[in-house]
């Protein structure tokens, strides 16, 4: 009775010792297996969320750069000059040359944004550097670069409107090869779209001319700093003479900046054609 009791008093023990272990396996196993399967399923759905975000990335892209025929969709930057403290020219009737710009650069935005993938070097009144305008386009990697401006500041003129493309005065500046595979300094870049720009130019001129000014003719190749660290095509377009007390009030006119917007978007279409 005793050795019965005593081989079940030490049996008991044993045997629960036993179930402990194998319950601690067996959760352990369990465990372990969940654990893997949680691992991979979170290795998975990892996996599965950078392969989703990289299609995205790629269908966004070709949306956003390819119009629906495929073309590749153009994009121009917009630079509307002057900004914060720099007011630029100031018309008699107290109008400041930054604002007509940056209205002028919206009007374009809204007329011929559908066509292209327009950028604006600044959206509201900011001061900015020349380097840091053409930096906007070629960090965007633009096809054209359209300084506005209306006159009286960049060239004292009495009144018209101007556009201007950039060129080294001959032989102020040793030609730089345009077949080297050396890096390009920042303020040679213009050089090889000089030509591009000045058909360019022609083209904003001609839609201007016969659009909103007839007796216009006022077309110059110059050395303007705002172009000269362009890597595309650039050209800087006068709209007017602010300090000319009928052309300022033609630029405080939405009419105007919109019937000039439509010949510079006319100008641009014909340049790609
Ligand atoms: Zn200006």
Redesign the pocket.
Known sequence: MSSKIGKGQTGAPASRTLDRITHKISKYMTYSISNIFNQTLRIFTVAGFVAVWLLYGMVGECIADRSPLGRQVKTIVLDP??GGDDH??KGPGGTL?KRV?LALAGTIASTCGDKYNIVLTRHKDNRLDLPDRTAVANHHRADLFISL??G???RHSTEGMHVYYFEEPKGSMPEYPLDTDRPVPWDRLQDRHGSDGRKLAFQVHRALKERINPAMDQIQGLPLAVLRGAAMPAILV?IGTITNPSEERALKSAAFLSATAEAICAGIGNYFE
Do not use: Y
């Open positions: 000059g002057h630029g020219a040359e710009n401006h209306t009286g500041s960049f006068e």
